[in-house]
C-alpha cells in the first residue's frame, strides 16, 4: 500500500507574519487578563476570529489589527513582529478581508520608533486635524469613500476607496474626506506622528 502525502504550498512572507502577529496577541492577551471570548467581545468579532489570528491561520487587515490593539490596550505597533524578527523589512496587511484584498504596507519600526496605525471615520469634507510635517513615513489607506491628500506647495490628490499614498512627511500635509460623502481610511505611521 502507497501513502500519498498532501501537497503543501511554500511558507510565504504572510504565512510568518500572521503566525508572529498571532503568537504576540496570544501573549498580550493573556498578559491582559482576558479569554478569547473577552477580547472577542472588545473588538467586535466571533471568538473563532479570535483563534484564527492567534493560531496564525489569519492575517488580519489593519483595521482588524488595530481593533484587536484597542481591546488590549496597546498600540497597533506592538502587535507587530520587530523588524529583527522579520524575513524583510516589509510587512503587508490585506486593506479589506477576501481573497483579492489590496494589501497595504505597514511600515516597520524598532525600538523607540514603533509603528502606529490611526483609523478615520471623517464626514464629507471633513480633515483628520492635520498639516503638520513630523519625522518618520506616513502611508494613506482608503477603504471607503475619497479621500484628498494635500500637501503644502502641491496640488490636491485624489485617493479612491482600495487605493493609496505614501506621505513625504517632510512637507505639512492633511487628509480630508471629499465633499462627495464620508470616508474611512488609514494612517500607518512610523516614528512620531501626532495626528
Same mark, same amino acid.
Given at each position: 500500500?502507497?501513502?500519498? #502525502?498532501?501537497?503543501?504550498?511554500?511558507?510565504?512572507?504572510?504565512?510568518?507574519?500572521?503566525?508572529?502577529?498571532?503568537?504576540? !496577541?496570544?501573549?498580550?492577551?493573556?498578559?491582559?487578563? =482576558?479569554?478569547?471570548?473577552?477580547?472577542?467581545?472588545?473588538?467586535?468579532?466571533?471568538?473563532?476570529?479570535?483563534?484564527?489570528?492567534? %493560531?496564525?491561520?489569519?492575517?488580519?487587515?489593519?483595521?482588524?489589527?488595530?481593533? +484587536?490593539?484597542?481591546?488590549?490596550?496597546?498600540?497597533?505597533?506592538?502587535?507587530?513582529?520587530?523588524?529583527? &524578527?522579520?524575513?524583510?523589512?516589509? +510587512?503587508?496587511?490585506?486593506?479589506? &478581508?477576501?481573497?483579492?484584498?489590496?494589501?497595504?504596507? !505597514?511600515?516597520?519600526?524598532?525600538?523607540?520608533?514603533?509603528?502606529?496605525?490611526?483609523?478615520? *471615520?471623517?464626514?464629507? %469634507?471633513?480633515? *483628520?486635524?492635520?498639516?503638520? =510635517?513630523?519625522?518618520?513615513?506616513?502611508?494613506?489607506? $482608503?477603504?471607503?469613500?475619497?479621500? +484628498?491628500?494635500?500637501? #503644502?506647495?502641491?496640488? &490636491?490628490? #485624489?485617493?479612491?476607496?482600495?487605493?493609496?499614498?505614501?506621505?513625504?512627511?517632510?512637507?505639512?500635509?492633511?487628509?480630508?474626506? =471629499? *465633499?462627495?460623502?464620508?470616508?474611512?481610511?488609514? #494612517? $500607518?505611521?512610523?516614528?512620531?506622528? &501626532?495626528?
Amino acid at each position: 500500500m502507497t501513502r500519498r #502525502l498532501a501537497a503543501t504550498r511554500p511558507v510565504t512572507e504572510g504565512d510568518i507574519t500572521a503566525a508572529r502577529i498571532g503568537a504576540r !496577541v496570544g501573549e498580550l492577551r493573556e498578559a491582559h487578563g =482576558s479569554t478569547v471570548t473577552d477580547l472577542a467581545l472588545r473588538v467586535g468579532v466571533a471568538p473563532a476570529v479570535v483563534h484564527a489570528i492567534e %493560531g496564525g491561520l489569519r492575517l488580519p487587515t489593519i483595521g482588524l489589527l488595530y481593533r +484587536v490593539a484597542a481591546g488590549l490596550d496597546v498600540a497597533p505597533g506592538e502587535l507587530l513582529p520587530s523588524p529583527l &524578527d522579520r524575513p524583510r523589512v516589509d +510587512v503587508h496587511l490585506p486593506v479589506l &478581508d477576501g481573497p483579492d484584498s489590496t494589501t497595504a504596507q !505597514v511600515i516597520g519600526g524598532g525600538p523607540g520608533n514603533p509603528t502606529q496605525t490611526y483609523l478615520f *471615520d471623517l464626514r464629507a %469634507g471633513e480633515g *483628520d486635524g492635520g498639516f503638520g =510635517s513630523h519625522r518618520g513615513e506616513e502611508l494613506l489607506v $482608503v477603504v471607503e469613500g475619497e479621500v +484628498v491628500a494635500s500637501a #503644502l506647495g502641491r496640488p &490636491d490628490e #485624489l485617493v479612491r476607496a482600495g487605493g493609496s499614498k505614501v506621505i513625504d512627511t517632510g512637507v505639512p500635509h492633511a487628509a480630508r474626506a =471629499s *465633499d462627495a460623502g464620508p470616508a474611512r481610511f488609514l #494612517l $500607518v505611521c512610523t516614528d512620531a506622528c &501626532d495626528h
